[in-house]
């Protein structure tokens, strides 16, 4: 009987497990995106005991190993209060010290040092998207292993195990350098690749960073670089270099409560408060100037049935879809945020009303024609086909106050829905059917 009913229980946990695991987000992704995301992850995982086959494990390997680990959880920790924004690039730091694993101890150590902070990160920081956080780490882990396997077969023979005196030092960090700037560039170039898979339209230019994102960069390669010289000095003096590196992660994360405070952090596009204050500035300009301005509002039909039919988080997914498809055919004309729950804001400064309805136009045609597929959630793999409702207003004399702008774009904007939805209608009157 003991034995009967172990084997039970035994085949309830294993039957759980599986189940478990046929849950995970990754497996509602469309192909090739899953197949690639899962070959990423598969390299790396197998590529750690291959390395430990042809490592010889030392004590002294050990400890420093477990101390830059140690180093990278006091990293998450000193911030893990602060949320990080939805579809924003972000900016932890911690290659500062993959990179001097990479460089002070043999591959195996790199290609695994990322493993524990991202189950560290996902156990301390819940509701993260595990499998994308387990796919950037397994980038990460394959970069810094190369990396590292790179140094030790060519950099270290070439520049010395320690960094020297004079000339030497100079040679031996510029080859730490060159790492550095190779890891970045594997790194990037496989989460990249996963972006062009998920989304075929995405611009490797915006992919990569803005001018500010690549200035971060640069810092945080000279934090590395300079600590991976300060550890093979002493490694005892990498007690030193961890209040700089917290002190520039606390600068990142204050611009990011900064963006914070402006952004909604459903579609990353500006808050109504933040939206209202720049557009009256713009309001107020073009009212001085007399010069043209247009505002578009943009409302999801049918909004409600997605949130019914597939929860809340679905229905977040919905208006980061529309929200990132009103952002690209803009092209970073004019300003753009999220007033309601499925209602968008448009400002258009120098533009007059047959401009403002051909961008209208456009919109609502993307929209309409770009279905949007859930990717995460208990609902991956759902596919929406949604339109929208479009009011527009024009500046003009009598109109004195972005209030009564927003007013009139409202009153074409319900014009719109009762005329069937799917619509364009600008104020006065006149309404363009889908």
């Not at 790396?44 to 180093?71: D, K, N």
């Not at 258009?348 to 929209?367: F, K």
Request: contains cysteine.
């Amino acid at each position: 009987m003991a034995s009967h009913y172990l084997l039970r229980a035994g085949t309830r946990r294993i039957s759980h497990a599986a189940r478990s695991v046929r849950e995970w987000q990754i497996w509602g992704l469309p192909e090739p995106l899953r197949g690639y995301l899962i070959a990423v992850i598969a390299v790396a995982l197998a590529s750690i005991p291959l390395a430990l086959l042809h490592t010889q494990l030392r004590v002294s390997q050990l400890i420093l190993f477990l101390a830059l680990v140690a180093c990278g959880v006091i990293t998450i920790e000193s911030t893990r209060a602060i949320r990080e924004i939805h579809g924003a690039i972000v900016r932890d730091l911690q290659p500062v010290w993959y990179l001097v694993i990479a460089v002070m101890l043999p591959p195996v150590y790199a290609l695994a040092a990322p493993m524990p902070l991202v189950v560290y990160k996902l156990w301390r920081q819940p509701g993260l998207v595990a499998y994308r956080r387990v796919f950037s780490n397994a980038t990460i882990s394959i970069a810094y292993g190369c990396v590292s396997w790179l140094f030790h077969m060519i950099g270290r023979p070439a520049a010395g195990p320690a960094p020297g005196t004079g000339a030497h030092v100079l040679a031996w960090t510029s080859v730490v350098a060159a790492g550095g700037v190779l890891a970045w560039t594997i790194n990037a170039g496989l989460v990249v690749a996963a972006i062009k898979l998920a989304d075929p339209g995405a611009r490797i230019r915006e992919l990569l960073g803005n001018r500010e994102g690549m200035i971060s960069d640069l810092i945080e390669l000279t934090l590395a670089v300079s600590l991976s010289l300060v550890v093979a000095i002493n490694p005892v003096l990498m007690a030193l270099a961890l209040p700089s590196v917290l002190l520039y992660r606390r600068y990142l994360m204050q611009a990011q409560l900064v963006a914070q405070a402006r952004m909604d952090d459903k579609t990353g596009l500006l808050n109504a408060g933040t939206w209202r204050r720049e557009a009256e500035v713009e309001f107020i300009r073009a009212a001085h100037r007399r010069a043209p301005l247009a505002l578009i509002m943009v409302d999801v039909d049918h909004f409600r049935s997605v949130s019914e039919t597939a929860g809340r988080e679905a229905g977040d997914q919905v208006l980061r879809g529309i929200a990132r498809t009103l952002t690209e055919n803009l092209r970073g004309k004019g300003i753009v945020g999220r007033l309601g729950s499925e209602e968008f804001a448009i400002l258009l400064p120098q533009t007059g009303e047959a401009e403002a309805r051909r961008v209208a136009e456009r919109l609502r045609d993307h929209i309409a024609g770009e279905p949007v597929a859930i990717e995460d959630g208990s609902h991956a793999g759902f596919v929406f086909r949604l339109t929208v409702s479009i009011g527009i207003a024009v500046l003009d004399h009598s109109r004195r106050a972005l209030a009564e702008l927003i007013g009139a774009a409202d009153t074409a904007l319900i014009e719109a829905r009762s005329s069937g939805r799917n619509r364009v209608c600008l104020v006065p009157g006149t309404v363009e059917p889908g």
